[in-house]
Structure formats: structure tokens, C-alpha cells
């Protein structure tokens, strides 16, 4: 119930543009259109989409204008991008007709067109659906074979609440970002307000084949979901079952960390309208597809009164109960209680199920019930305990907490290698800080700037290497216009407090000249042991950097990438482009000969115009890693001037030893 841009952007996500040409006055309705019609319609609109085409021409169906085809026929726009998540970057309809329709399709959000124009950047839009698709396909993987609808239900619930944290910080400050809003916050970023939540639940509902709808209130300025199982219909609120500890409450009274990470609870799951209403909720029913008038369905079953989140296994479901490790069918019976206390909570990571009191982490072992100590946090952290635990991002992490110093950290677990947990007092941190404003972005630190820099710091949200992260990544620092080498004596001054060494510094010279991103050596510098001395000097945890574009995951497809770009096109690479191909490769969606084939057979290289000698010689240098010599060169023209195609002579040298060698070299295939 924390957001008040939720009506709003509802409305603009159903924004109909309608382009008129001429006066036209509305004919007498003749009735519904053929299905067949209809049919031709949806298919064209979406292999228009799918090849980032907006507009399509019906004029040869000669439909006739009437109010009741122009209905029929929005509701075919309307239903596209909302049953098909890949197609995000939708932003309007329109139509346009004069005494028959011509042209029906779509706008393109702003931020997926090419600078300038209403054009679809392709590539943009193809490396984000690439990472949507990535974090919509780990969602999923959270449902396994032999499920019921309802233990269907459960498991994306319960992956939502996990993954996703209320984007309270933007919520109290005003400042709300857009992907806060969307299944994108919630199932990329991990971050959103209600309207993410609910749409990331819908989005996968509709990817099971799970009927179900976002339904909104103005009155309590909140979104949430209706679900049908098995022909009735029911409420759940992820947003609500994912709670959190408000200030003043608790020990997280100073620290201001509103998140229990790794906690979920049940309350708002599969519910009735009369229920819905007795936890406050309240306005929403002319959104609802219909009642859900069927109360108390669910009592008794597993996840009925469950606080904890919840984990399938081979037909049973293990949770948390009253510190006992739990497990029953979804209906809760075979309910079976494991010889396991003060167990705060549960969490499956692979096939492997871990569990944490105060002190330490347990691996859990339901066949036998037996556990064996993974971590022992009272030795690795000397004065913390361990209050929260949870699974993000494939990664176990602990929220620890010192009493006397009421302090948080925020750590990645190895097992007993753990990285040290440093005291930390408020001087040291903004100590930390301002090195980082003087260091990277050249100026003293302003106080509000520093009070937020530092606040994350000390509340545990993030460490040393996320915080240089948010510097090095700003737009502040980027405005500078660096060169290479300015850049990379800031990073060693930052990250080695020291001057670059003649050797040192040609090395990432180099790193930067094949192609990789200044980020990615940012990465290089942030996750090094003398970054590590700094930040313990400051009682500050190092941490990792995150990288999330598609070029900064594998440093062998982008080289071979940036290779392509050079020696098919004669130029470097552009970021978005870079990206989308990294991402094709990285998916398994293109092999490397498939990409070579793209830049080969690109609109941009058949512009070049080259000779059939040029090509050849093109080929030998992208696919050989030489230049021609006369016997092979004139050998491949005779080829050309005999009638074959310049995709015969592709394959030739894409299938050659010489070419799978230099994949190799990069590591792919």
C-alpha cells in the first residue's frame, strides 16, 4: 500500500494513439469479423514485433471502418504485449483508416528508440529481453515437474518475496524509478513497489498458463493479484507477504535497515474477498474479474499461518515452524517435525537445503534429518550473530549484527572462509567516503552526499566495492572525459593508493584496446587485495562488484565481438550492440560462426560494397587472422566468378581449422 503512481501509469500502459486520416465517419456496424481475419491480424502483429517492426499494412484485407471492427481489432493490439512479456518496449496503439483500415501497431517507449527518431533500437531492446528472459527463466526454474496449480502458486510467491525487497529508501525520498514499477524491478533489479511485484506474479502466472490479473485500489493506493485455481478465483499479495521492519522498531531502530532478508510469510496467499477485507484491503472490485467469494479453502494446509519461506522437494514442502524444520504435502499432511531447534531460518540453494541459528549455519539433509555445521559465525564473526539469511543471486548471504556497536553488515558466505566483518565506527566510514569523492570524482564531499554514502555503509546494504561501484558509475565521473590513461592512474591511486607502474599500467592499456569495458577493469581493481587493505583500514568490508551488461560477463566473447566489429566493419563496437551479441552468445542463442554470419551479412557490410578481392580478403582476415596470399586469394575468386555465392565462400572459411581455432582461443564455440 506504498504507492501513489500506481492509477497513473495503468492508464499510460493503455494509452491508444489513434492516427486519422481524413474525416471518416463511422459506417453501420456489419457484425463480427471473420475469426480467420482476426487470426492474419495477431500474426503479423507479431512477427512484426518480433523483428522490432511497429506498424503493419491491412489494407489488402479491405476491412471496412465500423466502430465494432475497430474494437475487435484493438482488442487484438491491447492483448499482444500484455500476454507476452518480451514486448516491454510497447508504449501505445494505434490505428489508421480511411473508409477501410490501413495501418494498425504500436509506439515504442522512448527509451528503446534510436536517439532522434521513433525508431525500435533493435539492439537495446534485444539485450534487455535477453536479461529479462534470463531472470523470467530462473523464476520458473522454481516450479519443478509434478506440481499441482496451487504448489505452482506457492513457489512463484514465495520466489518473489525472496528475490524482491519494497523500494522503501525511493518510496520515503519521492523519487520512485520507473523500473520500480515493473516486473523488471522485481525480477532484475530485485527492488520495487507493489506495481512490480504484482506484475512480475502476473507476467509468470502467464507464462504457466495460470490465469490470473493485476487489480489495483485508489483507495489504499495498492496493487496486488487475482488467481483462478481450478475455476475459482482467489487474492495474493506479494507485496504484503514480503513485510517490512519499520523504524522505531527493533534493532533496527539506528540503522534504518528496513528488510528481513530471507523472511516471507502467508498471510495475503490464496484468499477471499471477505478474507482480503479483514487484512485491509479494500476498493479494488471494480478491477476483479469476479468474486472470490470461496473463504477458508486453503485452512489447514501448509503454507496456512506459515512465516517462514517455503521449499519443494520430491512432493513435500519444507518451511520453519516454532524453530523446528518442518515438512508436509501442500495439503499439510505426512507433516513431518525434524529434531532441529531454534532454527531462525530455511533456505534451498541448488539441491542443498541450509539453515542458521544466532551462531551458525547448518547444511540439512531431509532424507535423514540430519545436519552438519557449514559456518560457525560466532568464531568468524568475533561479536556478531547472525539475525537474518536468506538466498540472492545464487549466493548465501548472512545479515550480521553487534549488539554493543549496533552495527549491520551485510556479508556473502563461503562457509568457514567467510570474509571478515571489521568493526565500523561513523568517522572511520565517512573517512572512507570522502576519500572516494576526492579520489574518483576530484572534489570534497557535500554533506548530504556524504551523510547517504555513509548511511549505506553503516546500515550494511552494501560494501566497499558496490559504494567505489556507485562512484566510478556515475554520471559525475563519466563527465569528466577521461582518457584511458587518466582514467586508470584515478583506479590505481583509488584501489592501490598508489601511482601506476610503467608495466601495470600498459597491461590495462591493452585489457581497454581489446575491447573491454573500463567497467570491467574497475571490477579487476575493486576485487583486489589491496582494495581489501583499504577498506579494513577504514573498518569497512570490501565486497564484490556487480556487473550486470551482457559484455562485462565473458571476456572471451567480448573480444571476439569487438574483433568482429573491427575487421567486418571497420569500426569499434557500440555499447548496445555489444551488448545484444554478447548476450546471443552467452544464451547459446548464436554460435560463434552464427555471429561472424550476422556481421558478414549485416545491411551495415553489404553498404561497404566491396569487390569480390575485398571480400575475400576481408574473410581471410576475420576468419584466417591473416592476409590473403595470391594462390588462396585468386583460388576464392575463381570461386566468386563461377557462380557461387558469397555464403558458399563464408562457410568455406567459417568451417575452416584455422577459424575454430581462433574461437577457441576465446574460449567459445
Not at 55 to 80: H, K
Request: charged fraction near 20%; hydrophobic fraction near 35%; aromatic fraction near 12%.
Amino acid at each position: 500500500m506504498k504507492k501513489l503512481k500506481f492509477q497513473i501509469l495503468f492508464l499510460l500502459g493503455i494509452t491508444v494513439l489513434m492516427l486519422t486520416a481524413g474525416n471518416v465517419k463511422a459506417a453501420e456496424s456489419a457484425g463480427p469479423l471473420p475469426e480467420q481475419t482476426l487470426q492474419q491480424i495477431e500474426e503479423r502483429l507479431i512477427e512484426a514485433l518480433n523483428d522490432y517492426q511497429l506498424v503493419i499494412d491491412i489494407s489488402d484485407l479491405q476491412i471496412s471502418y465500423d466502430e465494432n471492427a475497430r474494437q475487435q481489432i484493438l482488442d487484438i493490439i491491447y492483448s499482444i504485449p500484455e500476454s507476452n512479456y518480451r514486448y516491454f518496449f510497447v508504449d501505445g496503439y494505434s490505428t489508421r483508416y480511411n473508409e477501410i483500415f490501413e495501418t494498425v501497431g504500436f509506439s515504442c517507449d522512448p527509451d528503446y528508440t534510436i536517439n532522434g527518431t521513433d525508431e525500435p533500437d533493435a539492439a537495446k531492446i534485444s539485450a534487455d529481453q535477453q536479461t529479462l528472459e534470463t531472470a523470467v527463466n530462473k523464476a520458473l526454474a522454481a516450479v519443478e515437474p509434478g506440481m499441482s496449480t496451487v504448489e505452482k502458486v506457492l513457489a512463484i510467491h514465495d520466489y518473489i518475496v525472496r528475490i524482491c525487497n519494497y523500494d522503501e529508501e525511493n518510496f520515503e525520498a519521492g523519487t520512485i524509478p520507473e523500473e520500480s514499477y515493473s516486473a523488471w524491478g522485481a525480477l532484475v533489479n530485485g527492488k520495487a513497489v507493489c506495481q512490480g511485484y504484482s506484475e512480475a506474479f502476473n507476467m509468470l502466472m502467464n507464462e504457466l498458463g495460470i490465469e490470473s490479473c493485476v487489480v489495483s485500489s485508489s483507495t489504499i493506493s495498492h496493487g496486488w493479484n487475482m488467481v483462478n485455481i481450478d475455476g475459482t478465483w482467489f487474492h495474493v499479495d506479494c507485496t504484503w507477504d514480503d513485510p517490512l521492519i519499520y523504524k522505531g522498531v527493533g534493532i533496527h531502530l539506528d540503522m534504518e535497515d528496513p528488510y528481513d532478508e530471507g523472511y516471507g510469510d502467508h498471510e495475503n496467499f490464496l484468499k477471499s474477498d471477505e478474507e482480503f477485507r479483514a487484512s485491509g484491503h479494500e476498493g479494488w472490485e471494480a478491477d476483479a474479474p469476479a468474486q472470490a467469494t470461496v473463504s477458508g479453502r486453503y485452512n489447514g494446509w501448509s503454507f496456512d499461518g506459515t512465516d517462514s519461506l517455503m521449499y519443494y522437494q520430491n512432493g513435500f514442502w519444507y518451511y520453519v515452524d516454532g524453530g523446528k524444520i518442518v515438512s508436509s504435502k501442500i495439503d499439510g499432511s505426512s507433516r513431518r517435525e525434524y529434531d532441529v531447534d531454534n532454527v531462525l531460518y530455511l533456505h534451498k540453494l541448488g539441491n542443498q537445503f541450509y539453515y542458521n541459528t544466532p551462531d551458525s549455519v547448518y547444511t540439512f539433509d531431509p532424507a535423514t534429518g540430519s545436519q552438519s555445521l557449514w559456518l560457525d559465525v560466532s568464531a568468524a564473526y568475533p561479536g556478531y550473530i547472525m539475525t537474518e539469511f536468506t538466498v540472492k543471486n545464487d549466493q548465501l548471504i548472512g545479515v550480521l549484527y553487534n549488539e554493543q556497536q549496533r552495527n549491520f553488515q551485510h556479508v556473502q558466505l563461503n562457509g568457514n572462509t567467510p570474509e571478515p566483518a571489521p568493526p565500523q565506527s561513523r568517522e572511520q566510514v565517512e573517512a572512507f567516503v570522502s576519500r572516494l569523492y576526492t579520489e574518483i570524482l576530484g572534489r570534497t564531499p557535500e554533506a548530504e552526499g556524504l551523510s547517504n554514502w555513509s548511511n549505506v555503509l553503516l546500515s550494511g546494504q552494501e560494501q566497499g566495492a558496490k559504494v567505489a561501484q556507485g562512484f566510478i558509475d556515475s554520471n559525475e565521473f563519466k563527465a569528466r572525459s577521461l582518457s584511458n590513461t587518466e582514467y586508470l592512474t584515478i583506479l590505481y591511486r583509488t584501489f592501490f593508493d598508489r601511482e601506476p607502474d610503467g608495466a601495470g599500467l600498459n597491461a590495462w592499456l591493452k585489457v581497454l584496446d581489446d575491447g573491454l569495458s573500463r567497467m570491467h577493469v574497475f571490477k579487476g581493481f575493486a576485487e583486489s587485495d589491496e582494495f581489501s587493505r583499504i577498506c579494513a583500514s577504514y573498518g569497512i568490508v570490501r565486497g564484490n562488484a556487480t556487473l550486470t551488461a551482457p559484455m562485462d560477463q565473458n571476456e572471451g566473447v567480448t573480444k571476439f565481438l569487438v574483433r568482429c566489429y573491427r575487421l567486418c566493419l571497420g569500426r569499434e563496437a557500440d555499447e548496445s550492440g555489444l551488448n545484444a551479441w554478447c548476450s546471443q552468445i552467452l544464451s547459446g542463442a548464436n554460435t560463434a560462426k552464427q555471429a561472424a554470419y550476422g556481421f558478414v551479412f549485416s545491411n551495415e557490410f553489404k553498404d561497404k560494397n566491396l569487390s569480390d578481392e575485398e571480400f575475400v580478403k576481408t574473410m581471410y582476415r576475420v576468419f584466417m587472422d591473416r592476409e590473403a596470399d595470391g594462390a588462396g586469394l585468386n583460388a576464392w575468386i575463381d570461386v566468386l566468378r563461377s557462380g557461387q555465392s558469397r555464403e558458399h565462400v563464408f562457410n568455406g572459411f567459417a568451417d575452416s581449422a584455422e577459424f575454430h581455432g581462433i574461437c577457441a582461443s576465446y574460449g567459445i564455440s
